[in-house]
């Protein structure tokens, strides 16, 4: 048995509020105190998609009472104190804020809780690689599983040893301290250093025993840890990220912790 069915404009005008409802919810996130996200802006000079965007979002935050006569102040501190974490509904790290604004002409207290509870508007810069972008990083740490890279000085990276071509690249070990083959006639490069070198380090090591604990530079941050080993071409031995410690790879997937 076959049954038409028919369709009055009463009915499509329902089905269509009904449509419109379903997708405005489905895009809402009610979280509290979660940033909601608006509209994203990634700027970049050239065209290309880059790394940083500008996002318009909106959150609500619980001021506490000491900024009862400043609620600005409070919520321009909570927002401080959010910096430099990842925030999920951004998707990515969350860097700066600026055009901080109220939703609201009013701020709820409920009951006995002293918390003023603001709707508060704010434009976020995030930092948000997407997979699939090349981003360049310098290198901090050769190690036989994977090599630790550092991108703008503050984010870490790690290539696991799965993704660095083994047919191209080989890890070479370094010196273990106690290996008796190794004493401090040996340079870094695994040579041995002429009778006069060796001479003048156990000179200086006695002129250092003079010099007191503050005068003595520290390591910089960016000279990279090969005590272990690092990861040369088999054929040149070049060193992987040679002349200045620089690479460039791809992003294949992204790990967040706090």
């Known amino acids: 048995m076959v049954v038409a069915m028919s369709s009055s404009p009463v009915s499509n005008k329902f089905t269509e509020r009904k449509i419109k409802k379903r997708k405005h919810a489905d895009g809402v996130d009610t979280s509290p105190h979660t940033p909601k996200v608006k509209h994203k802006k990634r700027a970049s000079s050239s065209g290309a998609i880059s790394e940083f965007c500008t996002v318009n979002a909106t959150t609500v935050l619980s001021v506490p009472p000491i900024f009862a006569n400043n609620l600005r102040a409070g919520v321009e501190e909570m927002l401080d104190s959010m910096i430099m974490r990842y925030i999920p509904s951004l998707q990515g790290v969350?860097?700066?804020?600026?055009?901080?604004?109220?939703?609201?002409?009013?701020?709820?207290?409920?009951g006995d809780c002293p918390f003023a509870i603001c709707n508060v508007g704010f434009d976020a810069t995030v930092w948000s690689p997407r997979i699939g972008m090349k981003l360049v990083g310098k290198i901090n740490l050769y190690s036989p599983d994977h090599i630790s890279v550092l991108v703008h000085r503050t984010f870490n990276v790690s290539i696991p040893r799965h993704h660095i071509p083994q047919d191209q690249w080989i890890f070479e070990y370094g010196p273990a301290e106690n290996d008796p083959e190794f004493g401090p006639g040996w340079d870094t490069e695994g040579h041995a250093a002429a009778e006069g070198d060796a001479l003048t380090s156990a000179v200086q090591e006695i002129e250092m025993q003079d010099i007191s604990p503050d005068a003595v530079t520290k390591p910089s941050k960016d000279q990279v840890s090969e005590s272990s080993g690092r990861w040369v071409h088999h054929l040149t031995g070049k060193k992987l990220g040679d002349p200045d410690g620089y690479i460039e790879f791809t992003v294949i997937g992204q790990v967040n912790s706090c």
């Not at 600026?98 to 409920?110: D, G, K, P, Q």
Request: net charge positive; aromatic share 12%.
């Open 94 to 110: 969350f860097l700066a804020h600026s055009n901080t604004r109220f939703l609201s002409r009013t701020a709820m207290v409920c």
